[in-house]
């Protein structure tokens, strides 16, 4: 059995945003309900909510890729603006192994109500990494066009990790949009409207992230180690609550582009040009409740994926316009097909299924337990899942069904300082993983 434990992993961290907002220029009380603060008592109680609040989290843990490490992570919420949040984490183990992550969320600027502002940055070396590279990979025997085949090894080696991502993200005026950008980030109340309009009905946006991603792995220098481009992503979120959706749904497609330098003076930095698309939908139904299990939810999703360049030959490079493993469609990891480690499967196109069964019990110790109680933690939820998905070379429905690979699993979940932290034991074929990771899967 492969055991790979991480906690609040820097990868993960990609999908934290705006801890702790609730509303730009109102008071939410504890039922959910906003109250425009009209005396000045309740403005400055109003003004109090959002100064600037940090919380640490220190933690120990053992995996398999960084040994025995200590770290912390840190939440600087409404951060100079209402909505607006910093996220850095730091990493360090026995292995000599270190992990660094800065994140910035949710800031505007000045008559720009529609717009978001986010930045992302990664830093990482790992002395004894888990990779899977491409069948023949390792000094210079990699055969030209392979190297993102779906045929890979499992290695161990010294890996240096990087991405830097700025996400501009414009916030269409419809739905919860429609006052506004900082606005949109709130929570829908039990008595909102709800449709499957988007006209009407949750929030649309379009979001426009440069990033830079690189990795080099000592002993496989023939590997691709830096991609860079653009990725545009329109999304819609008809979710009641991020955190604990119970109705609605969610809609992404992304495209991502990378333009190439394969004239670039420096042959280290030349890239083939390539394209991506990923597609996702959720779906959240309520099941009702009990007296045990007053909140009983069934979570569904399917992703979607190909690289449509795959097979585009470049005669003058003699290589295929195709990412690298680290940038392109693959399944395994903390979010898709769990059982497996990350990028386990690589290959031009992917689909994958899953659902949940997510249960919030009456019964709620974890806020009177030491170290617990020294956070706010409003819920938790047990959860039982399964997964099934496949990669496949070419962009075909039969290949991708066929032979499926599958997951079954559990885990618990809970908010903390409005941060969602899940544990999870997910087994796999011939392969199994527990995960401590933040946010939800989706």
């Given at each position: 059995?492969?055991?790979?434990?991480?906690?609040?992993?820097?990868?993960?961290?990609?999908?934290?945003?705006?801890?702790?907002?609730?509303?730009?220029?109102?008071?939410?009380?504890?039922?959910?309900?906003?109250?425009?603060?009209?005396?000045?008592?309740?403005?400055?109680?109003?003004?109090?909510?959002f100064e600037p609040e940090f919380v640490a989290v220190p933690f120990i843990f053992s995996t398999e890729t960084l040994s025995t490490t200590v770290g912390g992570a840190g939440v600087l919420k409404h951060a100079g603006q209402p909505q607006a949040s910093i996220l850095g984490i730091g990493l360090y183990s026995s292995n000599d192994s270190w992990v660094s992550y800065l994140g910035v969320s949710n800031y505007q600027l000045p008559k720009l109500d529609q717009w978001l502002f986010s930045g992302e940055f990664y830093q990482a070396n790992y002395k004894q990494g888990i990779y899977f590279v491409p069948e023949g990979s390792g000094g210079d025997n990699l055969v030209p066009g392979a190297s993102d085949s779906s045929q890979r090894d499992r290695i161990v080696t010294e890996g240096d990790e990087s991405y830097s991502k700025v996400h501009i993200k414009y916030v269409l005026p419809w739905g919860k949009g429609a006052n506004g950008a900082a606005r949109s980030l709130m929570p829908s109340k039990q008595g909102d409207d709800f449709t499957w309009d988007p006209r009407e009905s949750g929030v649309t946006s379009i979001e426009i992230t440069p990033f830079v991603k690189t990795q080099e792995l000592v002993g496989y220098e023939d590997l691709p180690t830096k991609a860079q481009g653009l990725e545009v992503k329109l999304d819609w979120d008809n979710r009641d609550n991020g955190k604990n959706s119970t109705r609605g749904g969610h809609t992404s497609l992304t495209f991502s582009r990378d333009f190439g330098s394969s004239g670039s003076s420096d042959a280290a930095d030349n890239r083939e040009s390539w394209t991506t698309w990923e597609f996702e939908q959720s779906a959240f139904f309520s099941l009702g409740g009990s007296s045990w299990f007053p909140q009983q939810i069934l979570a569904l999703n399917f992703y979607l994926a190909d690289t449509p360049t795959w097979n585009e030959y470049d005669s003058t490079s003699n290589g295929y316009h195709r990412p690298p493993s680290f940038s392109g469609v693959s399944l395994g990891g903390f979010e898709h097909l769990r059982g497996y480690s990350s990028r386990q499967f690589v290959g031009r196109s992917a689909v994958l299924y899953s659902a949940e069964y997510r249960v919030q019990p009456e019964w709620q110790p974890l806020q009177s337990l030491p170290i617990f109680n020294l956070y706010d933690v409003p819920w938790w939820q047990w959860v039982v899942f399964a997964e099934a998905g496949q990669v496949a070379d070419n962009f075909s429905a039969s290949e991708l069904h066929d032979d499926m690979k599958w997951t079954l699993g559990v885990g618990a979940r809970f908010e903390v300082e409005s941060v969602v932290v899940r544990a999870e034991f997910a087994q796999g074929e011939g392969s199994s993983q527990f995960w401590v990771m933040v946010n939800q899967p989706f």
């Amino acid at each position: 059995m492969l055991f790979s434990v991480i906690a609040i992993f820097p990868v993960a961290a990609e999908k934290l945003a705006n801890p702790g907002i609730r509303v730009t220029s109102s008071d939410v009380h504890d039922d959910g309900n906003v109250i425009e603060p009209v005396a000045s008592a309740d403005s400055e109680r109003a003004r109090d909510k959002f100064e600037p609040e940090f919380v640490a989290v220190p933690f120990i843990f053992s995996t398999e890729t960084l040994s025995t490490t200590v770290g912390g992570a840190g939440v600087l919420k409404h951060a100079g603006q209402p909505q607006a949040s910093i996220l850095g984490i730091g990493l360090y183990s026995s292995n000599d192994s270190w992990v660094s992550y800065l994140g910035v969320s949710n800031y505007q600027l000045p008559k720009l109500d529609q717009w978001l502002f986010s930045g992302e940055f990664y830093q990482a070396n790992y002395k004894q990494g888990i990779y899977f590279v491409p069948e023949g990979s390792g000094g210079d025997n990699l055969v030209p066009g392979a190297s993102d085949s779906s045929q890979r090894d499992r290695i161990v080696t010294e890996g240096d990790e990087s991405y830097s991502k700025v996400h501009i993200k414009y916030v269409l005026p419809w739905g919860k949009g429609a006052n506004g950008a900082a606005r949109s980030l709130m929570p829908s109340k039990q008595g909102d409207d709800f449709t499957w309009d988007p006209r009407e009905s949750g929030v649309t946006s379009i979001e426009i992230t440069p990033f830079v991603k690189t990795q080099e792995l000592v002993g496989y220098e023939d590997l691709p180690t830096k991609a860079q481009g653009l990725e545009v992503k329109l999304d819609w979120d008809n979710r009641d609550n991020g955190k604990n959706s119970t109705r609605g749904g969610h809609t992404s497609l992304t495209f991502s582009r990378d333009f190439g330098s394969s004239g670039s003076s420096d042959a280290a930095d030349n890239r083939e040009s390539w394209t991506t698309w990923e597609f996702e939908q959720s779906a959240f139904f309520s099941l009702g409740g009990s007296s045990w299990f007053p909140q009983q939810i069934l979570a569904l999703n399917f992703y979607l994926a190909d690289t449509p360049t795959w097979n585009e030959y470049d005669s003058t490079s003699n290589g295929y316009h195709r990412p690298p493993s680290f940038s392109g469609v693959s399944l395994g990891g903390f979010e898709h097909l769990r059982g497996y480690s990350s990028r386990q499967f690589v290959g031009r196109s992917a689909v994958l299924y899953s659902a949940e069964y997510r249960v919030q019990p009456e019964w709620q110790p974890l806020q009177s337990l030491p170290i617990f109680n020294l956070y706010d933690v409003p819920w938790w939820q047990w959860v039982v899942f399964a997964e099934a998905g496949q990669v496949a070379d070419n962009f075909s429905a039969s290949e991708l069904h066929d032979d499926m690979k599958w997951t079954l699993g559990v885990g618990a979940r809970f908010e903390v300082e409005s941060v969602v932290v899940r544990a999870e034991f997910a087994q796999g074929e011939g392969s199994s993983q527990f995960w401590v990771m933040v946010n939800q899967p989706f």
